[in-house]
């Protein structure tokens, strides 16, 4: 049975859609979605009916590249008042003779949740930071097949209003589609950015979005903190329309398709002729509307590092910074001013997503298969009729590319 998975990302800006596929332990691109959203605000559904219709455009885009339709997906909920709580949990075995098995890792999980989520939340996933056996000081990140009497784990509980659930389950289920698992956004970016390096060290992920900025702190790998910034990428393009007397959709293709990230590089003598919201051609420089964009992208950066702050008084040893604005030429020359070399850039560097906008949605991609390996589970969101038909479309269109490489052993 060959194993496929999808993945949604519902953003202010766009609704990003994935669909991978798991062979021979390499994650595979089969196809993906992006489009315009609308009736939703800085991360929230404020009006269900043009969200699903946004919604509804996404999928019809994806089901006719794959030429099957999605049943089953991973979606991103807003992390909006999340709680990352660490709980601990123990299980004994009267067998002393016990082999740790899959079912007794889902079980100690159980046990550490125990009754801690509050009437008013949801929760939203567990990340374990470690299992101990026999009250031994050792920790280990996965127990299967070992011997032991008692299986104690270390562990992060991530909570969310149920409002921020419920509204994003209920957007797609009104599709026909059903909600496998949920993640917030700041698990899924670094599932698809981070390295084996990062198991040991203290980080933060920014990234960058159409109306918020997210900031999440990491220990180990895992999220352990996370606060939204009310600002994004729209203020680069409010600054754009306002200076130069323009449409909102006029600035933001001039930021994508003209403006550098720093004006380092951008040339006096680059112009581009426009019309401006009375009618009028004016000319735009390429290094003033740099300049422009430089600047606000500085402000969002420096008041992400404030954040940080604010986050944990630990040394950083890493920062990412990821996001759509993240793609803009020259983005790495404002990081490095603000952050110096501690910080790099996030690179979704895939065949048919080079794009960091889709990290979340990959991310969470990759962190589902990371649960299904820790807790011993085999399955597929297609079943065996649907890859057949799978097959069939891609024999017959030459869309699918080997894009990732993460090293599973299923």
Same mark, same amino acid.
């Given at each position: 049975?060959?194993?496929?998975?999808?993945?949604?990302?519902?953003?202010?800006?766009?609704?990003?859609?994935?669909?991978?596929?798991?062979?021979?332990?390499?994650?595979?691109?089969?196809?993906?979605?992006?489009?315009?959203?609308?009736?939703?605000?800085?991360?929230?559904?404020?009006?269900?009916?043009?969200?699903?219709?946004?919604?509804?455009?996404?999928?019809?885009?994806?089901?006719?590249?794959?030429?099957?339709?999605?049943?089953?997906?991973?979606?991103?909920?807003?992390?909006?008042?999340?709680?990352?709580?660490?709980?601990?949990?123990?299980?004994?075995?009267?067998?002393?003779?016990?082999?740790?098995?899959?079912?007794?890792?889902?079980?100690?999980?159980?046990?550490?949740?125990?009754?801690?989520?509050?009437?008013?939340?949801?929760?939203?996933?567990?990340?374990?930071?470690?299992?101990?056996?026999?009250?031994?000081?050792?920790?280990?990140?996965?127990?299967?097949?070992?011997?032991?009497?008692?299986?104690?784990?270390?562990?992060?509980?991530?909570?969310?209003?149920?409002?921020?659930?419920?509204? @994003?389950?209920?957007?797609?289920?009104?599709?026909?589609? $059903?909600?496998? /698992? &949920? =993640?917030?956004?700041? #698990?899924?970016? *670094?599932?698809?950015?981070?390295?084996?390096?990062?198991?040991?060290?203290?980080?933060?992920?920014?990234?960058?979005?159409?109306?918020?900025?997210?900031?999440?702190?990491?220990?180990?790998?895992?999220?352990?903190?996370?606060?939204?910034?009310?600002?994004?990428?729209?203020?680069?393009?409010?600054?754009?329309?306002?200076?130069?007397?323009?449409?909102?959709?006029?600035?933001?293709?001039?930021?994508?398709?003209?403006?550098?990230?720093?004006?380092?590089?951008?040339?006096?003598?680059?112009?581009?002729?426009?019309?401006?919201? @009375?009618?009028?051609?004016?000319?735009?420089?390429?290094? $003033?509307?740099? /300049? &422009? =964009?430089?600047?606000? #992208?500085?402000? *969002?950066?420096?008041?992400?590092?404030?954040?940080?702050?604010?986050?944990?008084?630990?040394?950083?040893?890493?920062?990412?910074?990821?996001?759509?604005?993240?793609?803009?030429?020259?983005?790495?020359?404002?990081?490095?001013?603000?952050?110096?070399?501690?910080?790099?850039?996030?690179?979704?560097?895939?065949?048919?997503?080079?794009?960091?906008?889709?990290?979340?949605?990959?991310?969470?991609?990759?962190?589902?298969?990371?649960?299904?390996?820790?807790?011993?589970?085999?399955?597929?969101?297609?079943?065996?009729?649907?890859?057949?038909?799978?097959?069939?479309?891609?024999?017959?269109?030459?869309?699918?590319?080997?894009?990732?490489?993460?090293?599973?052993?299923?």
């Amino acid at each position: 049975m060959k194993h496929v998975y999808t993945s949604i990302d519902i953003g202010s800006d766009s609704i990003k859609v994935v669909a991978c596929e798991l062979f021979k332990n390499k994650l595979n691109l089969l196809a993906a979605s992006s489009v315009k959203s609308k009736g939703i605000k800085k991360g929230l559904i404020t009006d269900p009916e043009a969200a699903s219709a946004s919604l509804r455009m996404a999928m019809d885009e994806i089901q006719q590249m794959l030429g099957v339709a999605i049943k089953k997906v991973i979606v991103s909920i807003p992390s909006y008042f999340a709680d990352f709580t660490i709980v601990k949990g123990r299980l004994a075995f009267a067998d002393e003779n016990h082999i740790i098995n899959s079912e007794d890792i889902v079980n100690v999980i159980e046990n550490a949740i125990g009754s801690k989520i509050g009437p008013l939340n949801e929760m939203v996933t567990v990340l374990p930071i470690d299992f101990s056996l026999d009250g031994k000081t050792e920790s280990v990140i996965d127990p299967k097949g070992m011997l032991g009497t008692t299986l104690s784990t270390r562990a992060i509980m991530i909570t969310t209003p149920k409002k921020n659930v419920y509204s @994003v389950v209920s957007l797609v289920s009104s599709l026909g589609i $059903e909600v496998i /698992d &949920i =993640s917030i956004n700041g #698990i899924g970016d *670094i599932y698809a950015l981070k390295d084996s390096s990062f198991d040991e060290k203290v980080g933060a992920l920014i990234n960058i979005g159409a109306e918020t900025t997210s900031v999440s702190i990491y220990n180990k790998g895992i999220i352990v903190k996370s606060s939204i910034l009310p600002m994004g990428g729209y203020n680069i393009d409010s600054d754009i329309a306002y200076i130069y007397k323009m449409s909102i959709e006029s600035a933001r293709k001039l930021k994508e398709k003209f403006a550098l990230a720093h004006k380092i590089y951008a040339q006096t003598n680059d112009i581009v002729d426009v019309i401006d919201n @009375v009618g009028e051609v004016i000319k735009i420089n390429q290094y $003033e509307i740099s /300049d &422009i =964009s430089m600047l606000r #992208i500085r402000e *969002i950066l420096e008041n992400a590092k404030k954040e940080i702050m604010v986050l944990t008084n630990r040394q950083i040893d890493y920062i990412i910074v990821t996001g759509g604005v993240s793609n803009m030429t020259h983005f790495e020359y404002v990081v490095s001013d603000v952050f110096g070399k501690v910080a790099t850039v996030g690179n979704i560097n895939l065949i048919g997503i080079r794009n960091n906008k889709y990290s979340t949605a990959i991310g969470n991609v990759v962190y589902f298969i990371s649960k299904l390996k820790l807790k011993g589970k085999d399955y597929s969101m297609f079943n065996q009729s649907d890859v057949e038909q799978l097959s069939l479309t891609r024999k017959s269109a030459t869309m699918v590319g080997k894009v990732f490489s993460f090293f599973f052993n299923e």
